[in-house]
């Protein structure tokens, strides 16, 4: 079976090692396709090293531009690799601008999707990666879901006879990530401090909703690590808006195996991403989210999550008590890459 996987963003590096190192055990010819979204060594070539995820086979250069002309200039690009390779399989990851440029690139040239992290919704019609889910899924002719709500949503939108849950890729890459921590014995001593991230465009675009947040993490009462994203900085600088004071210090954005230790050895993560917030709900982290909606409502669920909107929501959700211990596993034990191979090679 031959499997094409389409990357681009942060996110996607790290379900592509889980996928990667499952595909290279068993009969897949896989080839990997980098459409260059994210360009930046951290952002890109730390992921692939750090994780040991094979080289490209094709990279395309795209780079950064407005929403049309960076999926545009994707889907011109992907239809010629996709021709070249003939996949039996194109695997789609999440919801980027890479994710759907290859949807549309493979289905109208009548090769078969996968997509993998199906069926999660935000309903913010606002979120540019909410378009990009619901259109990748509604291409798709096999939805690989992670939780059981996931599939609910599929079914709901018509989509119950092509989905499957498969657990989420992201608990493989973080047992995979956190025995390797160990093993490696490093000691992670508690850190006193708060990991933070911000990068969507609904926090960084908008000057007053950036500089609420970043006044609210400047009065945090620990330090906050702000692991900042280029994009961060870039909306910062041009809003005027200080990143560097009070609670906070600023950093580069983390290798993922940095940012793992740092989030075990940390006091709460305080995010926007997707990833973090699960993440550390598996390490059993209590996290701030600071947006109006999760695609991932089970950790706030289980109470390892609050959604905080305001200067005030926010510092109540860093002072808060520490949530009850909990050993459910919405996202599944960590055997999803082994499912996904599965599902492809029986829907073959
Ligand atoms: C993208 C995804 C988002 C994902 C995030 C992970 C979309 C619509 N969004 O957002 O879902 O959570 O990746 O990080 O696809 N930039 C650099 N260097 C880079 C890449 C980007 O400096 O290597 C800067 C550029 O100024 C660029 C901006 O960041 O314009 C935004 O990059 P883009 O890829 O459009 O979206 P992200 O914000 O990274």
């Known amino acids: ?166 657990g989420d890729v992201m608990v493989d890459v973080l047992n995979h990530v956190r025995n390797s921590l160990q093993a490696s014995d490093e000691k992670s001593e508690p850190s006193g401090t708060f990991v933070a991230t911000i990068h969507r465009a609904e926090n960084t675009d908008d000057p007053a909703r950036l500089e609420m947040i970043v006044r609210a993490l400047a009065s945090s009462p620990l330090p906050v690590t702000l692991f900042a994203h280029p994009r961060l900085i870039a909306k910062a600088a041009e809003a005027n808006i200080d990143l560097e004071r009070g609670s906070i210090q600023l950093q580069p954005p983390a290798s993922y195996p940095a940012l793992v230790r740092a989030v075990l050895a940390s006091s709460g993560v305080i995010t926007d991403s997707g990833g973090l917030q699960k993440e550390a709900f598996l390490l059993r982290v209590p996290c701030t989210t600071l947006r109006t909606e999760t695609e991932w409502q089970e950790t706030v669920d289980l109470g390892w999550n609050v959604l905080a909107n305001s200067a005030e929501e926010i510092l109540a959700a860093l002072t808060r008590a520490i949530p009850s211990p909990t050993d459910a596993s919405p996202y599944g034990i960590g055997d999803a890459s082994s499912r996904v191979y599965s599902a492809l090679a029986k829907a073959h």
Request: charge should be negative; glycine fraction near 6%.
């Open 1 to 166: 079976m031959k499997v094409l996987s389409v990357v681009g963003a942060r996110p996607q590096f790290v379900k592509l090692s889980a996928i990667a190192r499952e595909f290279a055990l068993r009969d897949v010819e896989h080839v990997i396709v980098h459409t260059g979204q994210h360009y930046d060594e951290m952002l890109s070539d730390a992921f692939f090293r750090d994780l040991d995820i094979p080289a490209p086979d094709e990279s395309l250069n795209i780079g950064s531009a407005g929403h049309g002309a960076q999926t545009g200039a994707m889907l011109a690009a992907l239809d010629d690799v996709l021709l070249r390779h003939q996949p039996d399989w194109v695997l789609v990851y999440g919801d980027t601008n890479s994710t759907l440029a290859a949807a549309l690139s493979a289905v109208k040239l009548h090769f078969p999707v996968a997509h993998l992290e199906a069926g999660l919704r935000s309903f913010n019609r606002r979120m540019p990666e909410e378009h990009n889910r619901v259109l990748t899924d509604h291409a798709a002719d096999l939805c690989l879901a992670p939780t059981a709500s996931a599939v609910e949503q599929l079914a709901r939108e018509g989509l119950g006879a092509i989905a499957v849950d498969v």
